[in-house]
Structures are given as structure tokens and as C-alpha cells.
């Protein structure tokens, strides 16, 4: 689960050079669609009160698009239109933004929070709520903002919609997933230099790496933590959050060890490891541990993730050295990466082998792991059908797989498209990777009455082979003669 915080005023930075190229946080999970697909997403109705809902529907479509702008990338989101459902965390298979107006039960300071559930695939599901309980909200079209105490509806869609891709707080001042926002401030909705980093390496389309806008970080103020910071900025490695009442000046802490910002305060959970030193008592002690269900408004506690697993929603971490506590058993993921798995490996079965499709829960015999395959085709439904497979060895792989690299760092041994084995009468096969080109029907077919435009096979047509008039032609099928040497079975 992911927060952003209300900044009163610009946050303190350290400098800019004294920072890692590359600072962006990825929490090792992506969406795992193919290149000209997207991820669907809705709006739920009704949202802010302080705006017409024409405007925030704007901006929340503009949180997104920012994202999806990025021509490095292949990641797109494609908006589905809105729903009544304020469902979050629910892990429905329905990604929604939502409005919270009243029962808000994070910290007050939180202005928006992110759910997002795993599947050993990769992610499956997230939803977005915003705080309109403690804050209020405005749609600023035009730089630079605003100056009447409203947060900026699109730029904290942009950091949240960050989030729903998988990435965590960056500690690059300026960057849209810097952990705070202030007032007016509309810096958020432009991508900086290690968001565009993140989406186009973690997402990467091969695509020109676009120029980011110039701003130039405030320089550090002098106001202490926990003061006063509505008119002053806050002192270097300080910045400023308000909780719907007051401003002042915070600091990053550790969720998970002690509490170091003192007496009066709490630590609020910002990301999976990082947090911020807010007022008052925690919210949210009350964590869902490991096995623990999750979802529907339940969090997990930090370093967990709420996993879906085949329609059941827990708690989980990474395996320890391969293992996993009794009753748990390690599943491998794409990234490279390992998560515990409730029951053993083969309770529903034996876990299907190199090539098989993956079962139910997405899971693959050990030492493989689950691929998405935009390639990988169901002719009957249309589908991409995911397999399991495993890294490559070496840069090799068996016959009739490719290797592939799996964003940002990881390999994958891909089946490599073919039209398999196919008989007269049988539709052609079209080469996803180039369907504009002749379908094929493979070894001793020919493809006939096919129809095509100059980027892509509008009919596939059908499978069939020449013959002569005395050859056999299968049952219902007669040799049509075409030349006076040669027929078709038709």
C-alpha cells in the first residue's frame, strides 16, 4: 500500500549531485501486458465536493495519462468509463480511483493511498483512494497553481498512478514520486528525470527518452521538525506535511523498527520500507501479518504483499534462502525474485512442466515461473495464454524458445510463435509479431482466400494443399483443377 503526504510548502532537498543517477524504488512486481496493450482502469462516481465532478474526472484521467505519454515506454492506461463500486483493496480484477468524503481511516495527513495485489504473475489488480475527509481539492489548468491551501487533484494522481505501476517513493527532490506535495503545487503532474528512468526501464518500449521539465529544487529553509511551516520552508533533509489542521516540518523514519520521532508522534507507513513522522497516534496498528487476509481496506504490515492467489487474498514476503515456514512453499517469479505460497507445490496437482500453460494460481513445477506471452495466442478465444518457462542459461535455451530479457534485469526462454501442426480445412495461422504478412499452415499446406490490408490479416482464410486429379482429397473435399498440371483440394 502506498500514501502520499500534504506538504505545506516546498520540501526541503539535499543537492540533486550528491544523489545516485538512478534513486527510483520498484517493488520487484509490474503488469505484465504485451506491447499495444494496456491496463483498463475506472473512475467511480461521485468524486471530490470541491470540485464539478467534470473537473476532477479531468484530472484523475490526466494522472494517468502522464504516465502513459512516456514514448520509452510501453505501458498505457486505457480509461473504462465510471462505476458506483468505491471498492479498494478488493482485489476484484476492477481498478478503480475512488473519493473518500467521510470515514477516512488513514492518517489525516495522507492525502492518497494506493492498493495494489500480486498475482505470481505479476500485478493483478489496484485501486486508488483520495482523502477528501481532511483536505481540499482543486483542478489547477494553468501554471503556477494555486495559492488558496487546495492540493492539486492531478498531481497526486500522477504519484498514486506511479504507485499502481509497481514503484516506490523516490529520493530525488522535484520527481513526481518524491513522498510529498504542498498546497498549489503542481510540479507533481510533470514527470521528472527518475520517474521517466523507472517507467522506461522497469516498461521499455525502445522509444525516444523524452527531455523532463528543468526545476530547479528550493533551497533549504530553517524551520525545525515539528514546527510551524505554512510560511517558512523546512531545514535540510526536513519537509513539510499537514494533516488537514496544521503544517510542520517532518522527517523520514522505519515503520518497522523503533519509534525515533519521539514523543507525540507516530511513524505513517509511506511505502514498503520508508515512512514519514506524522502527529498523533497510528491509524493503522493494526497491520494484517503474514497469512493474514488482506484486501478490502486491510493492509499488509511493511515488507508484506497482499498476493491473490487464485481468488484468495493474503499476506506474504519473499522466500528466505528457498524456504518458506511450514505449510508454505516457495514459487519463483519472473523478475527473478521468490514469494511463499500457502499449501506445498503439489496439492492441486503436478505443477505443469516447461511449456504447459500455467495453472489456476499461476504456478510452475520449481525452478520455473509463469509467463505472460502477448505471443503465445489461444486461436479459439483469442487469448494470451500464460506458460511456464525459466530463465535462459547463458543466453541459450531448448529448441523452439527464444531468450528474451524481462524488464528491468531478468531473462526468459519465450516459445517462439509457429503455426504448429495443421490439417485441410483448418484456419491459417498469422504470425503475431507480423500480421501483415502471408498466414502459413506449415509443412505441405497451402493458405487460400486469406484477406489482408497493408498492417495486418483482416481473415485468416484456410489451410489446404495442391493436388492432381487422380491424388486423394480428404473426405467432402474434390481436386479443383487450377492449371492443367496442378489442382487444389477444395
Request: aromatic fraction near 8%; include cysteine; proline fraction near 7%.
Amino acid at each position: 500500500m502506498k500514501r502520499l503526504l500534504q506538504t505545506a510548502a516546498a520540501a526541503a532537498t539535499v543537492g540533486a549531485l550528491a544523489l545516485p543517477a538512478l534513486a527510483y524504488e520498484w517493488g520487484g512486481a509490474k503488469w505484465e501486458v504485451g506491447r499495444g496493450e494496456g491496463v483498463p482502469y475506472y473512475i467511480s462516481t461521485p468524486l471530490s465536493d470541491d470540485v464539478p465532478d467534470r473537473d476532477a474526472l479531468e484530472a484523475l484521467q490526466r494522472g494517468h495519462d502522464v504516465w502513459t505519454a512516456v514514448t520509452c515506454s510501453y505501458i498505457t492506461w486505457e480509461y473504462q468509463g465510471r462505476t458506483e463500486s468505491t471498492n479498494w483493496g478488493a482485489s476484484d480484477g476492477k481498478n478503480i480511483d475512488s473519493w473518500r468524503e467521510s470515514g477516512w481511516t488513514e492518517g489525516s495527513s495522507v492525502l492518497g493511498i494506493t492498493a495494489t495485489s500480486w498475482g505470481f504473475n505479476g500485478l493483478s489488480d489496484t485501486d486508488i483512494k483520495y482523502n477528501g475527509q481532511h483536505h481540499s481539492w482543486a483542478n489547477y489548468r494553468e501554471a503556477p497553481g494555486g495559492f488558496d491551501g487546495r492540493t492539486d487533484i492531478a498531481s497526486v494522481a500522477a504519484h498514486e498512478v506511479g504507485h499502481a505501476l509497481g514503484f516506490g517513493h523516490s529520493d530525488v527532490p522535484g520527481s513526481t514520486m518524491w513522498p510529498s506535495t504542498g498546497p498549489g503545487d503542481i510540479s507533481g503532474r510533470s514527470l521528472g528525470p527518475d520517474d521517466i528512468a523507472a517507467v522506461c526501464e522497469v516498461y521499455p518500449s525502445g522509444g525516444e527518452v523524452p527531455e523532463p521539465d528543468d526545476d530547479t529544487p528550493p533551497a533549504p529553509g530553517m524551520a525545525g521538525f515539528g514546527e510551524d511551516c505554512a510560511m517558512t520552508r523546512c531545514a535540510e533533509n526536513l519537509f513539510c506535511v499537514n494533516d488537514g489542521r496544521d503544517s510542520y516540518c517532518s522527517r523520514s523514519c522505519n515503520p518497522e523498527g523503533d519509534n525515533t520521532c519521539g514523543d507525540g508522534y507516530y511513524c505513517a507507513l509511506l511505502s514498503g520500507g520508508d515512512g514519514a513522522c506524522a502527529r498523533g497516534e497510528d491509524p493503522a496498528r493494526n497491520l494484517a501479518g503474514f497469512g493474514e487476509v488482506c484486501g478490502d481496506e486491510v493492509r499488509c504490515q511493511p515488507g508484506l504483499v497482499c498476493i491473490n492467489d487464485d481468488g484468495s487474498l493474503y499476506c506474504t514476503g519473499p522466500c528466505v534462502n528457498g524456504n518458506c515456514p511450514e505449510d508454505w512453499f516457495c514459487a519463483e517469479l519472473s523478475t527473478g525474485e521468490s514469494i511463499c505460497a500457502r499449501g506445498g507445490p503439489g496439492d492441486d496437482g503436478p505443477l505443469p512442466q516447461q511449456g504447459d500453460a500455467c495453472n489456476d494460481r499461476g504456478l510452475c513445477e520449481r525452478g520455473l515461473f509463469c509467463l505472460n506471452d502477448s505471443l503465445n495466442i489461444d486461436e479459439n478465444t483469442g487469448e494470451a495464454v500464460p506458460y511456464c518457462t525459466g530463465a535462459c542459461e547463458g543466453g541459450r535455451c531448448d529448441d523452439g524458445y527464444r531468450c528474451v530479457e524481462i524488464a528491468p534485469s531478468g531473462t526468459a526462454c519465450q516459445k517462439i510463435p509457429s503455426a504448429g501442426e495443421r490439417f485441410v480445412g483448418d484456419a491459417c495461422w498469422v504470425n503475431p509479431e507480423t500480421p501483415w504478412v502471408r498466414p502459413e499452415c506449415g509443412d505441405g499446406l497451402v493458405c487460400v482466400d486469406y484477406e489482408q490490408t497493408m498492417s495486418e490479416t483482416i481473415d485468416p482464410g484456410f489451410c489446404t494443399k495442391n493436388c492432381k486429379v487422380d491424388d486423394c482429397c480428404p473426405e467432402g473435399w474434390g481436386c479443383v483443377e487450377l492449371t492443367p498440371v496442378i489442382g487444389q483440394c477444395r
